[in-house]
């Protein structure tokens, strides 16, 4: 059950990144990430009155929640931070390159993730799922090389850092998630780091952008709401299948990035990329991968 969570999963979070795209272009990238946290936490507003209240009244649905300590909130919190600030950096970098460098750079994160959950929680992959991981290796190798013909150098454009930097802080955030979904009930989790996310973001953007909003202007598109709900809908299979005592957080999450074969197709087709000859090679990399992952972990 918990791959096909995954799996599910990672087919949201590919419609998310085009939604991700497709609400930035040419858009203040702040207000957009403010207005996602804002729209999540109105999805979750009777999750999180439920835990406050303590009344139970969603017993039995799929926002059933609990109301959890002093000690479960700070947990929360520490992810919210993870998460946000991998967002920032993860929304200015999609904001400026294509989508069909981002998604693979993006896929590569299971790689990071496979090294914390071997040295912290003594996972151990079997050969089929090492040849999945070694695959997606090689792809980033490849995409490296085949955006140069774009003009985008690895190793000094600023988005391609962002990018990367995003990458790493959400590989670290895999490895907490898979720490405190050992105690904690998903919908507590995915309902106030989203309350807190919105605080945070409210922060940031009363300081950041506000004062700077004649310069960084916004515009509404119906692509922003859709960000949340496809966002909502990836965590929430993703934080299920990490509840399954059988889940593996290197293999959820290499699952998880082939949402890149949904993004790089959408980059083709919706927003017209070019060099797509040589990076279908990096995703038909990918794809090989994810299937010895799902073989060797049935």
Avoid at 121 to 148: D, H, P, T
Avoid at 210 to 220: D, G, I, S, V
Wanted: charged share 10%; with cysteine; glycine share 6%.
């Amino acid at each position: 059950m918990w791959v096909s969570l995954a799996f599910l999963s990672a087919l949201m979070l590919g419609l998310y990144d085009v939604a991700k795209k497709r609400s930035l272009r040419e858009n203040a990238v702040l207000p957009v990430l403010w207005l996602n946290t804002l729209f999540s936490t109105i999805i979750f507003a009777p999750a999180l009155l439920d835990s406050i209240v303590g009344n139970g009244w969603l017993n039995g649905t799929i926002l059933a929640t609990v109301q959890g300590s002093w000690h479960d909130h700070a947990m929360v919190f520490i992810k919210a931070i993870m998460v946000l600030s991998s967002w920032i950096f993860g929304y200015f970098g999609i904001k400026h390159l294509p989508i069909t460098i981002v998604g693979p750079i993006n896929a590569t994160r299971p790689v990071m993730t496979l090294v914390g959950a071997m040295l912290i929680f003594g996972e151990r992959l079997n050969g089929y799922q090492w040849v999945g991981v070694v695959l997606a290796i090689a792809s980033l190798y490849l995409l490296s090389r085949s955006s140069k013909k774009e003009g985008i150098n690895f190793t000094n454009n600023r988005w391609i850092l962002c990018v990367a930097a995003a990458a790493v802080i959400g590989a670290c955030c895999g490895l907490y998630d898979r720490h405190i979904m050992f105690s904690l009930n998903p919908v507590f989790v995915q309902s106030w780091y989203t309350l807190y996310q919105f605080v945070l973001m409210s922060i940031i953007v009363a300081i950041l952008w506000l004062p700077k909003r004649n310069e960084q202007r916004f515009h509404w598109s119906w692509a922003i709401p859709m960000i949340s709900i496809l966002l909502t809908t990836a965590d929430m299979a993703y934080l299920y299948a990490l509840r399954d005592s059988a889940a593996m957080i290197a293999v959820v999450s290499m699952i998880r990035r082939s949402s890149v074969l949904v993004s790089f197709t959408c980059g083709a087709l919706v927003f017209g990329e070019r060099n797509l000859r040589a990076k279908a090679l990096d995703l038909l990399l990918i794809l090989i991968g994810m299937i010895f992952l799902y073989i060797g972990s049935k």
